[in-house]
């Protein structure tokens, strides 16, 4: 696995942009020059992040999430296991 976070992420282990390898080693993700920790999914070359609104939650349980769009800068928090 190389020291570059994916280009797209997810948390939702259903979406097809859920990489466990990477949520495993966990992605620091810093949206407009602020550190976040909320970050549901991401898209660096498009420049989103997708984020939680409140408490509310959709028909499935699944938390509602709102696209903000800006600067996406996104790197792991541990070091890779040789």
Request: proline share 9%.
């Amino acid at each position: 696995m190389s020291d570059t976070p994916p280009d797209r992420l997810a948390s939702d282990p259903r979406s097809p942009f859920h990489d466990a390898q990477a949520m495993d080693r966990g992605v620091g993700i810093r949206f407009n020059g602020v550190e976040r920790d909320n970050v549901e999914e991401y898209c660096i070359s498009e420049g989103w992040v997708r984020v939680p609104v409140g408490k509310s939650k959709d028909r499935r349980g699944n938390p509602m999430t709102m696209k903000i769009k800006g600067t996406v800068e996104a790197w792991y928090r541990s070091p890779a296991a040789e």
